[in-house]
């Protein structure tokens, strides 16, 4: 019987990635399972950290499971909850809030208290991220909102994300379509920006100096990752290229072709 495998790094606390690290679509990338596996019997403090907010904690554990992945729930941060933390210490519930967003923030935003409107003139706050089934009618209605004032965050200026088929459009590119429509900028609360990566250390109970991220985005989750203190890891299995991780500077701290080096 060969003997499980363990992290060939010596880091104590890890952020991970989801999109590009973890899994392409409904397709694993190899040795996710094992990887996280080899976490959970090394009795490493881990969390799930992804600017995807199209989906819910609980979805996200179950498209894990499905690729043999068995997590709760809770080991699961989302964009969409950062957003929803945000929010709730900057301008408390009640407030009516305009989404632009997947069931991720659909859901996260009324459990924190926010009633939700779609129409401009009722709403407080637009808050966007990637919304797959948007169409311009609800478009028309945050960039409108967004006109007359209302503070805007965003949950990521990710341009695209992974697929089985290649890069889809993300939700950086709904935000592209609302800043040339409002003529603004967001605040953007998910990664590279520090307000996600303060909200996962706190999750973690651990300190910057003993953490290490390990994402596929050399824009968001490594340069995120080095502003907030962390060690870094690129995977070449998602958005980032072996040229563009040797041209990043400063540069990360490893850079591997998939999840297989982490292992010995």
């Not at 997590?71 to 519930?93: E, N």
């Not at 407080?124 to 797959?132: A, F, N, P, W």
């Not at 889809?168 to 609360?189: E, K, N, V």
């Amino acid at each position: 019987m060969s003997p499980s495998p363990r992290l060939a790094l010596p880091y104590h606390a890890w952020l991970i990635d989801m999109d590009g690290v973890i899994y392409r679509g409904r397709q694993a990338l190899p040795a996710a399972a094992a990887f996280i596996h080899a976490l959970q019997a090394g009795d490493h403090p881990f969390l799930f950290l992804t600017n995807n907010a199209t989906k819910t904690p609980a979805q996200n554990a179950q498209h894990l499971a499905q690729i043999g992945i068995h997590v709760p729930p809770a080991s699961i941060f989302t964009a969409a909850l950062a957003a929803a933390a945000y929010l709730q210490q900057q301008l408390p519930p009640p407030a009516r809030v305009l989404i632009i967003g997947g069931k991720g923030i659909q859901q996260a935003l009324p459990a924190a208290g926010y009633e939700v409107v779609t129409q401009a003139d009722a709403a407080e706050i637009v808050v966007s991220g990637l919304d797959q089934q948007v169409c311009y009618a609800q478009l028309a209605e945050a960039a409108l909102a967004i006109r007359r004032g209302c503070p805007w965050i965003a949950t990521n200026p990710d341009p695209t994300l992974p697929s089985e088929r290649g890069e889809l459009p993300g939700a950086g590119a709904l935000l592209a379509f609302l800043a040339a429509a409002s003529g603004r900028t967001p605040l953007i609360i998910g990664k590279p920006e520090p307000p996600i990566f303060a909200m996962a250390l706190a999750r973690l109970g651990a300190d910057a100096p003993q953490t290490v991220i390990v994402g596929d985005r050399l824009e968001t989750d490594i340069r995120g990752g080095q502003n907030a203190g962390l060690h870094t890891i690129c995977v070449l299995t998602g958005v980032s290229s072996a040229a563009d991780a040797a041209a990043f500077t400063p540069p990360p701290d490893h850079i591997l072709p998939d999840l297989r080096a982490l292992l010995t």
